[in-house]
């Protein structure tokens, strides 16, 4: 069955819900396409124990601050999935859930959606299908012939099922920090990181990352000297449980090893570590499959837009993946601008 719109949103976490709520606001007739079963994007599968870097009020989408979690300075994902399921409700978004899409098309003056429950002709199209789908590991030599468990960040909930084990934690960024932390105190940890961890200051935190992002982003848009942006300040918010890990010495990194071993990790000069589990933080790649059939352009991964729209498709924007697709646009608070300029153009789009 092929039904008809003016605009498909493929994604229904954070980003698809910021884009209905500006398509929504300018009267776009629009749907919004989520393969997942319940509301929340990503932040349904996060661990047990993480903790945004930010407060809740910097935390929010457009038009409605996050509610303060009672006893809580910063939410725990739980939070986040509960305010994300009632700005949906509240402003009427129309998701449907349970429906992935595997490509999206050329199709005439439309583009085709194609869902696994049907397709979609649409004048166009918003892309907000995050990263969490794409984890990403390194290829470190040896990878198959480590006996032990090997996860990434997606697959990691709690510590009580590494209790008492020798666990490697890779990543010097804000998950390797938080889940080192979770397992400092009841597991044989070794972090591991490419380079020394680099805290923000006690006193900064997400808020302070927003505001780099979009002074970069204006720096560079203006033609001056490039600001340096987030990496300017740091890879790591000391949010409260990793700041205590650190301040109690249970957080001491140790350089990427070289390969991996049967029973463990090596590096160049000699030294070996085995291990029981290796837990992969190192990061991910924004989901972007549906756009083969449309032969974009792009590198590493992404693809060549101008904002957010499609360097090669008018009618496409990508939203939320990253600094690429508006400063600070993969959190809360930054998809919020992005959202409203893809909402625009595409208004304007759909007059011509
Ligand atoms: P997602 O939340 O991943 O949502 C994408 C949705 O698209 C999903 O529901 C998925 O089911 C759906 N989808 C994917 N592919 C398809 C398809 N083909 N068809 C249909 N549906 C599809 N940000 C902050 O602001 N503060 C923080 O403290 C913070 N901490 C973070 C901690 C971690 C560990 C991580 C990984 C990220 C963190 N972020 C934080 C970043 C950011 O807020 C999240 O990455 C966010 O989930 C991105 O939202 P999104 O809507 O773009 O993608």
């Known amino acids: 069955m092929t039904q008809r719109t003016d605009v498909v949103v493929i994604g229904g976490g954070q980003s698809g819900l910021?884009?209905?709520?500006?398509?929504?606001?300018?009267?776009?007739?629009?749907?919004?396409?989520?393969?997942?079963?319940?509301?929340?994007?990503?932040?349904?599968?996060?661990?047990?124990?993480?903790?945004?870097?930010?407060?809740?009020?910097?935390?929010?989408?457009?038009?409605?601050?996050?509610?303060?979690?009672?006893?809580?300075?910063?939410?725990?994902?739980?939070?986040?999935?509960?305010y994300l399921a009632d700005y949906e409700k509240r402003y009427e978004l129309p998701v449907q859930c349970g429906v992935r899409v595997d490509a999206v098309r050329r199709d005439g003056t439309r583009l085709r959606v194609e869902g696994d429950s049907g397709d979609w002709r649409a004048r166009a199209v918003v892309s907000a299908t995050g990263t969490w789908t794409r984890p990403f590991i390194p290829a470190v030599p040896g990878r198959r012939e480590f006996s032990g468990r090997q996860l990434h960040t997606v697959q990691y909930r709690s510590p009580a099922e590494f209790a008492g084990q020798r666990v490697i934690?890779?990543?010097?960024?804000?998950?390797?920090?938080?889940?080192?932390?979770?397992?400092?105190?009841?597991?044989?940890?070794?972090?591991?990181?490419?380079?020394?961890?680099?805290?923000?200051?006690?006193?900064?935190d997400g808020r302070a990352l927003f505001d780099a992002a979009t002074a970069r982003r204006r720096a560079l848009d203006a033609g001056r000297t490039d600001t340096g942006g987030v990496a300017s300040l740091g890879d790591i918010v000391a949010v409260p449980p990793v700041r205590a890990a650190r301040d109690a010495g249970l957080l001491r990194a140790t350089p990427m090893f070289s390969h991996l071993a049967e029973d463990g990790v090596a590096w160049a000069d000699g030294t070996t570590a085995q291990a029981d589990a290796i837990i992969w933080c190192t990061g991910f790649r924004p989901a972007l499959a549906h756009f083969a059939p449309l032969g974009l352009r792009?590198?590493?991964?992404?693809?060549?837009?101008?904002?957010?729209?499609?360097?090669?498709?008018?009618?496409?924007?990508?939203?939320?993946?990253?600094?690429?697709?508006?400063?600070?646009?993969?959190?809360?608070?930054?998809?919020?601008?992005?959202?409203?300029?893809?909402a625009r153009e595409i208004a304007e789009l759909l007059r011509a």
């Open 298 to 342: 792009g590198t590493r991964g992404h693809i060549a837009t101008v904002g957010t729209c499609a360097a090669d498709e008018p009618r496409l924007h990508a939203l939320g993946y990253g600094d690429w697709t508006g400063p600070a646009s993969a959190t809360l608070i930054g998809v919020g601008r992005p959202a409203r300029d893809a």
């Open 18 to 82: 910021a884009a209905g709520y500006h398509l929504r606001r300018l009267g776009v007739e629009h749907v919004i396409l989520d393969a997942q079963t319940a509301p929340g994007g990503a932040w349904q599968h996060t661990w047990d124990s993480l903790r945004l870097f930010s407060p809740a009020a910097y935390s929010s989408l457009p038009g409605r601050l996050m509610p303060l979690q009672p006893g809580e300075t910063y939410p725990d994902g739980r939070h986040v999935v509960e």
């Open 169 to 204: 934690v890779v990543g010097g960024g804000n998950s390797g920090a938080q889940i080192a932390a979770d397992l400092a105190s009841v597991a044989e940890l070794t972090w591991v990181t490419r380079r020394p961890p680099r805290y923000l200051a006690d006193d900064i």
